[in-house]
Every structure is written in structure tokens, then in C-alpha cells.
């Protein structure tokens, strides 16, 4: 089992332009969290789906962030219009159906200049 | 979502000596309560974690305690070693809720 698995490592963007973050989950997981996590701060929950469906977005910026999490393929949060302000450390978790466990990946690294 | 107080925000301790995290929460719905290790630059990993029906929970030398009547809990490590510095989080499930919400975060230093 290869872990949930996050790419890119590092996203560099300028301002304006677009950031698209990719989530595989582990293999048998269905449920998928996106936290943001800001320098020396704690983790803050963004949406949570699960296949083809959006269960929770409490905690994503109504304009210019969207989630999804296809029927095929990775779930992708995508950041329109970066802002120096978005960058952080991208967070995406997995869990089995029905379980509290989050698993999460490595983190995507968004700097935007 | 839940509210997570964590305490202290940094912690330096003496390798061999004992460092002991508190959180608190506010959702007497909350059922389920993990403990996550962050080194610099990687990935939160799960290190311990306990159900509202059980008071207490033990791994090696990490354990960790909650207290329902309360809201609290804390994760405690005995004889620190220097591989145990690193951000801890707490986090808290509610049943009324989907997601985790964590602490704001401790930094462990073990010094040598």
C-alpha cells in the first residue's frame, strides 16, 4: 500500500495564475480531507468528499477555491487566481469508509511570488 | 466546527525527562481522539489515538488520558529522546461531525 500520495511536492505560481493540486487517496479509502496548514500554525480543515461528491466545503474560501474528487482518478483542489496569501502547505488525508483514522500525505508546498 | 485549545504552544525538555500535552475541546458530542506527530517538512503521522469509552491509553513510552467530565486530554511521553522533537497535534472528532479539527500545534525540543 503506497500511502496517500500528493503531487506536486513543491507548486511555485505567480499571481493570477492557477494552482492545481492532485490527491490519491490509499487504496480502499473513499473519503478525502483537504487541510491547509500555514507556517508554525496548525492544520485547517478545507472539504471533505467522497467519490463524485462534496460532503463538507465549510472550511474552503467561497471564490476562487474548488475540490473534487472524480468517479476516476485523483481528487484535485484547484486555486484560481493565486494570492500571496495562499501560500501554505496543502494537506490531503484519506480514510476508510465510516472511520475517524486520517491518513495523511506528504503535503503540497504552494509559494506564490 | 469543534473548538481545540492545545497547551503549551512550545515545550523544551531534558532527554530522559517526561513532556505532557493538554488539550481541550468544547463538543461533549466529541468521540474520538488522535494524537499526530509532525516532523519539519513532513507529514502529520498518526501516533496515538483513543475512543470516548476508554480513560486511558498506552504505547511504549506515549500514552495518553482523557478526562469526558472535563473535555480534556493529554498525551503524555516519558524518557524523551532527541528523535522526539517535533510539532505534536492533537485532534478531536465529533459524532455530529465529519472532519477532525485539531490544536493549534506543540514544538517538543528533547535536549541532549
Known sequence: ?113 | GENVEQHPSTLSVQEGDSAVIKCTYSDSASNYFPWYKQELGKRPQLIIDIRSNVGEKKDQRIAVTLNKTAKHFSLHITETQPEDSAVYFCAVHSSNDYKLSFGAGTTVTVRA
Request: net charge positive; glycine share 8%.
Open chain 1, 1 to 113: 500500500n503506497a500511502g496517500v500520495m500528493q503531487n506536486p511536492r513543491h507548486l511555485v505560481r505567480r499571481r493570477g495564475q492557477e494552482a492545481r493540486l492532485r490527491c490519491s487517496p490509499m487504496k480502499g479509502h473513499s473519503h478525502v480531507y483537504w487541510y491547509r496548514q500555514l507556517p508554525e500554525e496548525g492544520l485547517k480543515f478545507m472539504v471533505y468528499l467522497q467519490k463524485e461528491n462534496i460532503i463538507d466545503e465549510s472550511g474552503m474560501p467561497k471564490e476562487r477555491f474548488s475540490a473534487e474528487f472524480p468517479k476516476e482518478g485523483p481528487s484535485i483542489l484547484r486555486i484560481q487566481q493565486v494570492v500571496r496569501g495562499d501560500s501554505a502547505a496543502y494537506f490531503c488525508a484519506s480514510s476508510p469508509q465510516g472511520q475517524e483514522k486520517l491518513f495523511f500525505g506528504s503535503g503540497t508546498q504552494l509559494s506564490v511570488l
